[in-house]
């Protein structure tokens, strides 16, 4: 079985940055994607970026692009892949839990469904 695990969430002043980690490990990180997704309060799971091993090209949705910022690390060890996710110039609308997706055996850049996902990391962003 795959685990995921985010850290790295908190509260942080409107204009503050803060990086989220999701670690995936229990299985073999050979083709992968991982994305990053939010819900706020009332409101629906957001995908707001991605990364896979398909093309390693970063998306994000358009109300992340120019402030988050997607990276993978490059570690040999196949045996578990992390993810960073750097939020900046965050706003109160950034208010949310932050999942991590993990979907293996995939050479889709990025998919819309995920296997396997963390219990999340709360970001509360003051004004």
Do not use: H
Not at 21 to 30: I, K, L, M, P
Not at 106 to 115: F, G, K
């Amino acid at each position: 079985d795959v685990q995921v695990v985010e850290s790295g969430g908190g509260l942080v002043q409107a204009g503050g940055s803060l990086r989220l980690s999701c670690v995936a490990s229990g299985d073999t990180f050979d083709d992968y994607a991982i994305g990053w997704f939010r819900q706020a309060p009332g409101k629906e799971q957001e995908g707001i970026s991605c990364i896979s091993s398909a093309d390693n090209i970063p998306w994000y949705a358009d109300s992340v692009k120019g402030r988050f910022t997607i990276s993978s690390d490059n570690a040999k060890d196949n045996a578990k892949k992390m993810v960073y996710l750097q939020m900046s110039s965050l706003n109160p609308e950034d208010t949310a839990v932050y999942y991590c997706g993990v979907l293996l055996g995939t050479d889709y850049a990025c998919p819309t469904l995920y296997d396997d996902w963390g219990q999340g990391t709360q970001v509360a962003v003051s004004s």
